[in-house]
């Protein structure tokens, strides 16, 4: 098969490739991109595949960076633009079914396809437009198929994670797995107990955010994988439930994690500790929190100015693009209108300070403080006092009087 059309991405890297052969060596685009021009979609990455070796690539190009060389991977700089080129190599087993103990340099294109992991990521396209397939990757694209190459118990015994991209490429693409790579999956997931929950957690993302999301959690069900990913032992129909919401797409993580954790069922006291096992960052932490506090009172009825004022603009607008998800109604630009309408919106906007309050009641520095300020902040905006020094302070007199702080 060739290519019609080379993709503007290609032709700009096309000097790469050809200064690679005129010094006697074989080069080609390789990987995802390839996949991805095949299907229609746009090109993330630009990487390349030669004979060359490492050091004879530094000879070949004035600027370069050893990002991986220890791999064979050398980052070309040319001009604006940088690529990535790795030398042709096989692998020698995985003792920790991560990383290969050895990886030998050679100089065949067939030998480095053999330990990609899917037929439809085993595509080599030359200078051209001709796309080199020799495991038949192109009858797989055609048939919506996820097929291993060669042996899948190699493949996944060599980088266990691969079952989850294989899910992730499900729920992605809407492919379904062969019947041996599926049996596979099944068979060695417990291997998913060697990887890193950082690598997991970011497959596990791209599932989540899949088109056809359902059918992706539905293999990550049936392969059983789940069990050996954080806190999901016990949740196998949560995540069925999950993925039975609708078949709207999720295209926001933060979106992911409060639905996922809604349908599991946990509280809100439970967030945190889930959140951590999976190795979630504090902002993406905080975020979900928030949000989830926010769907549930929003499931039930309209946003109050106190919610909108603790969540914020940022995180109203998570929760309310969050109720279509449930057959509910939204309205983004209302919210968006509701919120700039309250008076303040942070304590920043607030008319008194504590040094305000200082100054005014002759009291030491305490809690007291902290407690008036908060009196004052709800009491704005909820509208009952307009946000005035004056009106503060008198407020503020009024609860210390009532003995409120």
């Known amino acids: 098969m060739k290519l019609k059309v080379i993709p503007q991405e290609y032709q700009k890297a096309l000097p790469i490739l050809k200064k690679i052969e005129a010094a006697g060596f074989e080069a080609y685009f390789v990987g995802g991109s390839v996949r991805d021009v095949l299907l229609g979609q746009p090109i993330h990455d630009v990487d390349i595949a030669t004979s060359a070796f490492p050091v004879e690539i530094k000879e070949i190009f004035p600027r370069t960076i050893d990002v991986g060389i220890e791999h064979g991977t050398v980052l070309v700089l040319d001009g604006d633009e940088q690529y990535e080129i790795t030398t042709f190599r096989t692998e020698s087993a995985y003792q920790d079914f991560r990383r290969p103990d050895h990886v030998e340099f050679v100089r065949s294109l067939e030998e480095d396809l053999k330990r990609r992991d899917f037929t439809i990521n085993a595509f080599a396209l030359k200078e051209d437009g001709e796309i080199v397939d020799l495991f038949d990757g192109l009858v797989d694209l055609e048939n919506k198929v996820l097929r291993a190459v060669g042996n899948p118990h190699e493949r996944f015994h060599e980088d266990a994670l691969r079952m989850m991209r294989g899910l992730r490429f499900v729920s992605q693409l809407g492919f379904q797995l062969e019947a041996e790579t599926f049996a596979s999956i099944y068979e060695n997931h417990a291997l998913l107990e060697k990887i890193s929950v950082e690598r997991i957690n970011i497959e596990f993302i791209k599932l989540l955010l899949g088109r056809y999301r359902q059918a992706g959690l539905e293999m990550f069900v049936e392969t059983e ?65 928030a949000v989830f506090t926010g769907l549930q009172f929003r499931k039930k009825q309209m946003f109050t100015k106190q919610l909108l004022y603790t969540l914020g603009e940022e995180q109203a607008i998570l929760t309310e693009e969050l109720l279509p998800y449930f057959g509910l109604d939204n309205d983004v630009v209302a919210v968006q209108e509701q919120y700039h309408q309250l008076p303040i919106h942070s304590l920043h906007d607030l008319a008194i300070s504590g040094h305000d309050l200082l100054a005014y009641f002759d009291k030491k520095p305490g809690k007291w403080m902290k407690e008036i300020l908060t009196l004052c902040e709800q009491a704005v905006v909820e509208q009952v006092i307009p946000n005035e020094k004056k009106e503060l302070l008198n407020y503020a007199a009024a609860a210390i009087e009532k003995n409120e702080c």
């Open 225 to 289: 994988c789940y069990i050996y990913c954080p806190q999901l032992r016990r949740f196998g129909e949560g995540l069925l439930r999950f993925s039975e919401l609708t078949d709207r797409q999720i295209e926001k993580e933060i979106h992911a994690w409060v639905l996922l954790i809604d349908q599991l069922g946990l509280a809100e006291t439970e967030i945190r500790s889930f959140l951590k096992a999976w190795k979630c960052s504090n902002e993406i932490i905080r975020t979900t929190q």
